[in-house]
């Protein structure tokens, strides 16, 4: 076996916490990043989830990322932990990872993790307001669920990737805040 690409759009992007060899920005045709999902297990609690990222199909939309390249040895223990990690509603897909241009290859067959709308804590869209007093108040055993959307919103500025959804709920974090104070 050869080594394997994992694509992260949401937490994965800012805290991977498994070896890798390399990493490159990279896209996944036809998703968007929605905080649509339910975290019962490390945003929040079974009672009061928080809200995290998921992908949500959207014709002529792309979602960027990180892809990471994993070591053939190392697969299957990184894959074991990584399925533990997202057992709250994500199933392990596969797709065409796309790459800024560099020299080197512009497409991979990747895998990622999507909790599709099916699964048992998806909530689906609700006005910003409200995903963003909802973010502002969750906590769960991984800390802060305005920790995940802050350290999201850097690294997506960080990797030049613009994502308005994300951009306008940490708008509305930082007001809730600011208005609370
Ligand atoms: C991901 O980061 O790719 C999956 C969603 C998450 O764990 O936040």
Redesign the pocket.
């Known amino acids: 076996m050869e080594s394997v690409w994992l694509?992260?759009?949401?937490?994965?992007?800012w805290r991977p916490d498994f070896e890798f060899l390399s990493s490159r920005v990279a896209w996944v045709d036809g998703w968007t990043r929605r905080f649509w999902q339910g975290s019962h297990d490390h945003r929040g609690i079974p009672e009061a989830p928080g809200r995290?990222?998921?992908l949500i199909p959207s014709e002529n939309e792309r979602c960027g990322?990180i892809a990471f390249e994993i070591a053939a040895p190392d697969v299957k223990d990184i894959f074991t932990a990584l399925d533990y990690r997202?057992k709250n509603g994500?199933d392990r897909c596969e797709a065409p990872l796309y790459f800024v241009p560099d020299g080197g290859d512009s497409k991979v067959e990747g895998i990622?993790?999507i909790a599709n709308q099916n699964n048992f804590a998806f909530l689906g869209d609700a006005p910003i307001e409200q995903i963003a007093k909802q973010i502002n108040q969750s906590h769960g055993p991984s800390g802060s669920n305005s920790e995940y959307l802050f350290n999201l919103a850097l690294s997506l500025r960080d990797l030049d990737i613009n994502d308005e959804h994300v951009f306008e709920i940490e708008r509305e974090l930082k007001h809730l805040n600011q208005t609370a104070q």
């Not at 694509?7 to 992007?13: K, N, R, V």
């Open positions: 694509f992260g759009y949401g937490s994965l992007i995290v990222v998921t990322g997202e994500y990622f993790y």
